[in-house]
């Protein structure tokens, strides 16, 4: 059984066309080899799959389901059954499909062998294409019916089949062969190969493939044998022919499948004959077109023979120069030039003839003496045996083109100078990034002449080189898209290392066809732009963290208030030696300092009332030398050296003091490991040379305080950021990001400047120049005594939004006596003032409240009386209110937070003026 099964797996092989063989649930079975070959699948993707889902569901095909879902079960075979597809491997194809069930026998499942022919080119040739070729192929049968199987499957496809023994003697033909060749069983079967119909198959291109190729190669495919039989008339035939060993000691048998292609020849020759008929029709028309053609150009086309004589030329070569056709072929072509040209025309053609072409510009002479700019382009002219027969040539009317190129050449002349005259850099580049053409101000910009980049250098050559790679693809990206690009900025290297910021214009430059020939623009120099854009943000950041200060400044004012007004009043009603008391006044100070630094806050943000009076910058200095001892640790060395001579400067100290905090935090925070800490102080002299590294030049004399450590330093980049808002280079929960900030915030508005000195690893220098002042008189003046809380009678109206603030000045002022009248925003002070403008002798008003300011409430109340008394209270000076403007309104303002005592002393201060 396993020699038969390969027997009629030999037989599918061998057939041509495409067979199939399903089991019952329309699982495929078997495959012919030429399925796979034909709709372009592999085995493992094909058998055991249901015939549905072969190529991802490709063979989901309606009239398939039909033929073997509904047909076959009924009728058992069926041939010629047209399915039209399209495949996505193969495209759309039309097919006839043979089928046949077969029992396989008693209480074997049947199957279902399909045999596949393609005819799609037939189709074709039907229509008028007229091509076809049939694929046929063969499928065997089950191994438990194999010969029964074999027989169907012989029988199932459409082309001639036979197979023939070790002798040659036909074992099997199948029904085509009996049908196409009109002979019967009887006189076939068992009989030899060549004595078939009388004879008629010794046919020695036939021998020669049975008994010369096949034993030689065992298979041989598309072997054209033409004969005449008597039967059918001349045929001319393909054979496929196998040579199949049966098994062991068996003799082998040689299967022989035949396609007819006599009308596909018959029509290959027509085709051939129609092709020759029409390719002379064609050259015909060819040649009375390229006449047409000749005569419709308007440039000079001519055929000279070797002497320079004419042989041919068009219309336009006689409506051009005047002469007649007659004139023209008695004429050489040197006949039609200046006299001063013809030897270079003549020397054009000697080279044509020498070397295959050429080109020569000319003038030609009319018939009636007029001069004509001509282009000509002359070349060898070869008859099909390669043999020089003449010289051709063309010429083209150039008059207009000089003219242009005359005016291109002053146009580039104007361009050239307005190039070279222009303080931005014009250039172009190839579309590998090489210079064509540079402007001279590359030069100034950039330290390079034009000719030593032109054609040498690229652009991305000046960007930096750790940039280089990513701007360069950047760019190139950029050239691939053809885009047009403004505006775009970029860093460039300057022949002397330093970096030159520039903005670039740029658009591409396309052939006739859209390629891209390379781009030009302009480049501008903005490195100082950018320098100035730069410390504009730096100021804008500077403001912005201000505006968030003062905010916050104001709203803890408020709280900070509270706490100082009751602690002030639980303090006062303990007695001097007890113990709450003294808590009282521990937290009275921790107010204080909270106070104090909510202030330092408002300096940064340039909305407090800073304390200007003449300080010492020395005993600043000394003064917090235990402090700053104890604040950076014992493992840090801590020297002070101040100056040999006081430092007057106008200053508010606590400011000062809170700058020298910041820097010596930082330092301790940079030397770990230990190091030395040195805060000096000194006299210094400024010129222009020496504030050349500052922000503004001030000359004059400075008290320069220097705060340097030896802790791990900061690169260049990190110098230009820590006085940012925000930023840090300490760890989560280490540090704010404002210190540095605000103490630049404090030395600008004392009109200081800061400079910081660094490099990796080798620690850090803070200088601090600050203008000295000369007042020297007030420094050690003592403090005026404080004035005495005196009590009062007056009605007072107090406008607060906060209501614990509001409660506490209420507390305060009717505890001495006044009587009060509270209001919680703008507009309800206002309401309650015209109520009770009779009696309400002074205002004490916020500044900041909702739905109206405390200025605007001032400016209400005072149109209705314009002798009332105004005290304004905040946490910051607004730029609403000016000094200017409480003088002249006779108004007052008091800074929060404030003590009780203050805010009484104010008041009646106020009232008794």
């Known amino acids: 059984m396993t020699q038969l099964r390969a027997y009629d797996e030999s037989i599918i092989n061998t057939v041509r066309e495409p ?61 010629n059954y047209e399915v039209e597809h399209d495949f996505a491997t193969i495209g759309r194809r039309i097919m006839l499909l043979n089928a046949r069930q077969i029992e396989q026998g008693m209480g074997k499942k049947r199957i279902i062998l399909l045999a596949i022919e393609d005819i799609t080119e037939r189709k074709k040739i039907e229509a008028g294409l007229e091509k076809t070729r049939n694929e046929l192929a063969i499928i065997k049968k089950s191994a438990d019916e194999a010969h029964e199987f074999a027989d169907s499957v012989i029988n199932t496809v459409r082309e001639p089949l036979i197979s023939l023994d070790q002798d040659l003697r036909v074992v099997t033909v199948s029904r085509s062969f ?71 000691g068996k003799k082998r048998i040689i299967l022989l499948a035949i396609e007819d292609i006599t009308e596909r020849k018959e029509m290959e020759a027509h085709l051939e004959k ?154 172009e580049v190839n579309n590998e990034g090489f210079y064509t053409y540079s402007g001279n101000v590359v030069e100034e910009m950039l330290g390079y002449k034009p000719e030593e980049i032109v054609g040498k250098m690229r652009f991305f050559d000046f960007f930096p080189a750790d940039l280089r790679e990513q701007m360069k693809q950047d760019a190139l990206k950029s050239f691939a898209q053809k885009k047009i690009f403004k505006k775009h900025i970029n860093a460039n290297v300057h022949r002397d290392g330093s970096i030159v910021i520039l903005e670039k214009d740029g658009a591409p430059i396309l052939s006739d066809t859209g390629d891209l020939i390379g781009y030009r623009g302009i480049d501008v120099d903005i490195t100082i732009k950018q320098h100035l854009e730069s410390q504009l943000r730096h100021a804008q950041k500077m403001e912005a963290i201000g505006t968030l200060a003062g905010g916050i400044a104001h709203d803890f004012n408020n709280i900070l208030n509270v706490i100082m007004g009751y602690g002030a009043m639980v303090a006062d009603t303990l007695e001097a030696g007890s113990p709450a008391r003294e808590n009282m006044n521990e937290v009275l100070i921790a107010a204080d300092r909270a106070a104090d630094l909510t202030r330092r806050l408002l300096v940064f943000s340039r909305k407090d009332i800073v304390k200007i009076m003449p300080v010492d910058i020395n005993k600043i ?100 950021k820590i006085f940012e808002p925000f930023f840090t280079t300490k760890g989560v929960g280490e540090g704010t990001g404002l210190g540095l900030a605000i103490s630049y915030g404090i030395v600008k508005q004392h009109n200081g400047y800061t400079n910081v000195y660094s490099e990796p690893e080798q620690g850090t220098v803070f200088k601090i120049y600050l203008p000295l002042s000369k007042d020297t008189a007030s420094l050690e003046k003592d403090k005026e005594a404080a004035a005495p809380v005196k009590h009062g009678n007056e009605t007072v109206l107090v406008a607060e939004d906060d209501a614990s603030m509001r409660k506490l000045m209420t507390i305060v002022l009717e505890s001495f006596g006044y009587n009060v009248i509270a209001a919680v925003d703008g507009e309800d002070a206002i309401e309650k003032f015209m109520k009770n403008k009779e009696r309400i002798n002074i205002a004490i008003l916020d500044m900041i409240m909702p739905k109206k300011t405390g200025k605007e409430v001032g400016e209400a109340i005072q149109k209705e009386n314009a002798e009332i008394k105004i005290l304004f209270a905040s946490g910051y000076t607004m730029d609403i209110i000016k000094d200017k403007e409480l003088a002249k309104t006779g108004s007052d303002f008091i800074h929060k937070p404030f003590r009780p005592k203050d805010l009484l002393i104010k008041v009646r201060e106020i009232l008794d003026r």
């Open 19 to 79: 067979l199939i063989v399903l089991d019952q649930d329309l699982r495929v079975v078997i495959v012919s080899r030429s399925f796979y070959e034909f709709f372009k699948v592999k085995p493992e993707e094909t058998v055991g799959q249901h015939i549905y889902n072969l190529g991802n569901k490709q063979w989901d095909i309606p009239k398939l389901r039909e033929l073997l879902e509904t047909i076959l079960p009924e009728k058992t075979a069926f041939d």
């Open 178 to 248: 009996y049908e196409f060749f009109k002979v019967k069983p009887e006189e076939t079967v068992g009989q030899h190969i060549y004595d078939l119909g009388n004879k008629q198959w010794d046919i020695p291109k036939l021998r020669e493939l049975l008994e010369t190729i096949l034993p030689e190669k065992t298979a041989f495919d598309n072997y054209e044998v033409e004969h005449d039989f008597a039967t059918i008339g001349r045929r001319i035939m393909l054979l496929n022919a196998r040579q199949i060993e049966q098994g062991m």
């Open 274 to 427: 129609t092709r020759r008929e029409l390719a002379r029709n064609r050259l015909k028309e060819e040649e009375k077109f390229i006449e047409n053609a000749l005569n419709t150009l308007q440039d000079v086309f001519f055929v000279l023979d070797l002497d320079g004589r004419f042989i041919r030329w068009n219309k336009t070569m006689s409506s051009v120069t005047g002469y007649t056709d007659r004139e023209i072929s008695w004429k050489k072509i040197t006949d039609f030039f200046r006299e001063d040209e013809k030897k270079r025309v003549f020397e054009a053609i000697l080279k044509v003839i020498e070397g295959g072409s050429a080109s020569v510009d000319a003038i030609v002479v009319t018939k009636d003496g007029r001069q004509i700019a001509y282009a000509f382009s002359v070349s060898i002219l070869n008859d099909v045996q390669n043999k020089t027969v003449g010289i051709t040539g063309v010429g083209r009317d150039v008059t207009e083109r000089n003219k242009a190129e005359a005016a291109i050449r002053k146009s580039e002349e104007r361009f050239r100078q307005i190039a070279e005259s222009t303080k931005e850099w014009i250039w």
């Open 621 to 720: 200095i000394l003064g917090l030398k235990k402090m700053l001892a104890r604040i950076i640790g014992e493992s840090i060395e801590f020297n002070i050296e101040p100056a040999d001579m006081p430092l007057p400067v106008l200053a508010d100290a606590g400011q000062i003091e809170q700058i020298l905090m910041n820097l010596a935090v930082n330092s301790k925070d940079a030397m770990r490991e230990g190091g030395r800490l040195t805060i000096s102080a000194g006299l210094v002299e400024v010129d222009d040379n020496y504030l050349a590294e500052l922000e503004e030049k001030r000359p004059g004399q400075y008290a320069l305080i220097t705060v340097a450590d030896t802790g791990h330093g900061m690169d260049k980049e990190t110098q230009k």
